[in-house]
């Protein structure tokens, strides 16, 4: 008995790639009624590998995007220090010593000016 349904699924087996291979499923009534069903679920999963496309090459750009901008602020880092380091007094002083310019030792101070009691010219 299995041994008989073995064979007769084996041979409706064949009998199913014989049909695909040969074109005469395409004839019947049935797939004539799946037909627009098959449609529509082939266009389904080509949006949804076209999608698939756009959001890696989204996350390709987004995970560049972030890698320029860790390199960015790196480099930002860096050159503000070295202006930090540039900008010290002890440093502009050692730079300023040959061309004459010298460090102020008072300290600044402020010169009020008053003003005279303007003259109207009605006096």
């Known amino acids: 008995m299995k041994e008989e349904k073995e064979k007769n699924q084996k041979k409706k087996g064949g009998k199913t790639v014989m049909?695909?291979?040969?074109?005469?499923?395409?004839?019947?009534?049935s797939f004539s009624k799946q037909f627009p069903f098959m449609v529509y679920v082939t266009l389904l999963l080509m949006i949804i590998i076209t999608n698939t496309y756009i959001a890696?090459?989204?996350?390709?750009?987004?995970?560049?995007?972030?890698?320029?901008?860790?390199?960015?602020?790196?480099?930002?880092v860096q050159v503000k220090s070295?202006?930090?380091?540039?900008?010290?007094?002890?440093?502009?002083?050692?730079?300023?010593?040959g061309t004459g310019l010298k460090e102020a030792v008072e300290p600044m101070r402020r010169i009020n000016i008053e003003d005279e009691p303007s003259k109207s010219p009605q006096q």
Not at 20 to 28: E, P, R, S
Not at 58 to 76: A, M, W
């Open 19 to 29: 049909k695909v291979l040969g074109g005469t499923f395409l004839v019947k009534e």
């Open 82 to 97: 070295e202006i930090m380091e540039a900008s010290k007094q002890s440093v502009l002083a050692k730079k300023l010593e």
């Open 56 to 76: 890696e090459e989204h996350n390709r750009k987004l995970t560049d995007t972030g890698k320029r901008l860790y390199d960015l602020q790196v480099e930002y």
